[in-house]
């Protein structure tokens, strides 16, 4: 059985940092392409980056790019978010997901593992 286990959300100030992580267990972790997606109140869930199996391919929504870097370490089985310079309109629950393949997808169809979500709140 897949798990996918976030952590390190929490609220910051409006241009400060946080470094998300997300631990997978349950499937052979350097197979599969990883992304991170996000869901503010009220809004779809959206698509914000994503890293294929070895990491060397890294794919990003226009909104964060520059700001926030998604790396993997397969050998610890844990995918990272960087998020940097974060505004208020970060403001949003961050899924973790595990793509059904190796490569770099950005609909969520294309992922059939979830983790549960950490809540990630910036102050203006």
């Known amino acids: 059985q897949v798990q996918l286990v976030e952590s390190g959300g929490g609220l910051v100030q409006a241009g400060n940092s946080l470094r998300l992580s997300c631990a997978a267990s349950?499937?052979?972790?350097?197979?599969?392409?990883m992304g991170w997606f996000r869901q503010a109140p009220g809004k779809e869930r959206e698509f914000v980056a994503g890293?294929?199996?070895?990491?060397?391919?890294?794919y990003y929504t226009d909104s964060v790019k520059g700001r926030f870097t998604i790396s993997r370490d397969n050998a610890k089985y844990t995918v990272y978010l960087q998020m940097n310079s974060l505004k208020p309109e970060d403001t949003a629950v961050y899924y973790c997901?595990?793509?059904?393949?190796?490569?770099?997808?950005?609909?969520?169809?294309?992922?059939?593992?979830w983790g549960q979500g950490t809540q990630v709140a910036v102050s203006s």
């Open positions: 997901a595990m793509a059904r393949s190796s490569g770099l997808y950005t609909r969520p169809a294309e992922y059939n593992y």
């Open positions: 349950g499937r052979t972790f350097s197979t599969y392409a």
């Open positions: 890293i294929n199996w070895d990491g060397r391919r890294t």
